[in-house]
């Protein structure tokens, strides 16, 4: 059986193994495919593994041997679903896998939002504290997060999870999702429908997957619902965010802040208007990646391609 992951390199730039997967068949790793190599890396292929390079339906009718795709992220748009459902190929992905490292990212962010210890940091080393008249100093406002109010929109996995950290910090948590699970355990909990969210919260954190419902969903009118003083994070998918309107309404005041894992093209355009604007904070979509989180995606797809094998296939997003 031939295996063949076309793009391995982010998941595994070298400090986690392919070994349990390689265990399972004739196995081909690319770091990267370019889009015009495709085609002819994927030939012959029963098993694909694709994290980010393209498997349209085009690709996919050209494939006879393929039975299987392996998706080694949680998002799956980068796969032609109905394609491959019509050609009985199951797709399976990798839901749970960064659960803690997102909700870790989130407040990694939201504290530096808070506290500015880079800034602090480098002020140290400049000499500022080294001159400075009085026993300490700080050149921002410090703000302490507890009896604030974190909206979080999209009350999945994740969004719980930061729920969790927000609530042990002292802070408020209002929950928007369509679909409202049991959360009658949580202290300091309670649903809200969007506007009132946007309205009440000082933080506004997004968790959400992104649906035709979901593009878009922080722009200009509902930017400009939120508090003065309220912070924006989306760890969650670039496109929830208008990169326009949320530019303007930074360099307007009409928010606080900004901090952002992600963003609608990546990597971006370097005329991006986002870059330009004030305190806003911009990561390279790394809120997934720590080593731990990986190698739960790495032994997870494993599991998802045995349990193929097995005919008790899991994790299929095209059944």
């Known amino acids: 059986m031939k295996i063949v992951v076309l793009d391995g390199y982010t998941l595994n730039p070298g400090d986690i193994s392919w070994d349990d997967l390689k265990k399972l068949g004739d196995t081909v790793i690319y770091d990267r495919t370019p889009a015009e190599l495709t085609l002819e890396r994927s030939r012959g292929a029963e098993i694909l593994f694709t994290n980010k390079t393209l498997l349209g339906g085009d690709i996919i009718a050209r494939l006879p041997e393929l039975k299987y795709i392996g998706v080694l992220a949680t998002g799956y ?6 394609a491959a459902k019509k050609r009985n190929i ?4 990798i839901p749970t896998y960064g659960t803690s490292s997102v909700a870790q990212m989130t407040f990694a962010i939201l504290l530096e939002m808070c506290n500015h210890v880079h800034d602090h940091n480098s002020a140290v080393h400049k000499g500022e504290w080294t001159r400075s008249l009085d026993w300490c100093f700080w050149n921002y406002p410090l703000i302490e997060l507890a009896d604030k109010t974190m909206g979080i929109i999209g009350f999945g996995r994740i969004g719980q999870r930061v729920a969790d950290v927000a609530t042990a910090l002292g802070m ?8 409202k699970s049991d959360q009658s355990h949580r202290k300091n909990f309670r649903w809200a429908e969007l506007d009132e969210l946007l309205r009440e919260s000082d933080v506004v954190s997004l968790h959400c997957p992104l649906f035709p419902a979901t593009q878009g969903i922080i722009n200009k009118k509902n930017l400009s619902k939120m508090k003065k003083t309220a912070f924006l994070i989306n760890t969650s998918r670039g496109p929830l965010v208008v990169a326009e309107d949320l530019t303007e309404a930074l360099n307007k005041g009409i928010i606080a802040g900004a901090g952002l894992d992600v963003l609608s093209v990546e990597p971006p355009q370097a005329d991006n208007p986002l870059f330009s604007a004030k305190n806003c904070i911009i990561t390279p979509h790394i809120s997934w990646a720590t080593k731990e989180a990986r190698a739960r995606l790495m032994d997870i797809a494993v599991d998802n391609l045995k349990a193929f094998l097995g005919g008790n296939p899991v994790n299929v997003i095209n059944k």
């Not at 199951?90 to 992905?93: F, K, L, Q, Y």
């Open 77 to 82: 748009n980068i796969v032609d679903i109905e």
């Open 90 to 93: 199951p797709v399976a992905n």
């Open 172 to 179: 408020n948590v209002l929950g928007c999702d369509a679909y």
